[in-house]
Nanobody, 129 residues
Framework: QAQLVESGGGLVQTGDSLRLSCAAS????????MAWFRQAPAKEREFVAA????????YYADSVKGRFFISLDNAKNILYLRVNSLKPEDAAVYYC??????????????????????WGQGTQVTVSS
């Protein structure tokens, strides 16, 4: 049974940084897309960042470009999201996701929640101003 478990969230101040982690287990995720989404109260779940399992491409939402960085430790099967210069509007539950990107619609597939079939339980990030 595939499982994704996030950790690393917390209460921080504006401008602080965090490193979110997502431990993947239960199956091989090679050739998968791996991503982070987030959902704030009363808002839709939104794409944050994604990457190909082999690390050959990364994708970011415009709102986080230059501040957030996605990476993957293939040996440990852990996906990371480094979040820098946090703003109050970054506060949300952050979810890790994995998917086979099928059917493949090009690079847009990596930013589409429907392409991801495995999800973690989320980790809360709260940013105080």
């Amino acid at each position: 049974q595939a499982q994704l478990v996030e950790s690393g969230g917390g209460l921080v101040q504006t401008g602080d940084s965090l490193r979110l982690s997502c431990a993947a287990s239960g199956r091989t995720f090679s050739r998968f897309g791996m991503a982070w989404f987030r959902q704030a109260p009363a808002k839709e779940r939104e794409f944050v960042a994604a990457m190909k399992w082999d690390g050959t491409a990364t994708y970011y939402a415009d709102s986080v470009k230059g501040r957030f960085f996605i990476s993957l430790d293939n040996a440990k099967n852990i996906l990371y999201l480094r979040v820098n210069s946090l703003k109050p509007e970054d506060a949300a539950v952050y979810y890790c996701a994995a998917g086979a990107m099928e059917p493949f619609d090009g690079s847009a597939s990596y930013t589409t929640a429907a392409k991801y079939s495995y999800w973690g339980q989320g980790t809360q990030v709260t940013v105080s101003s």
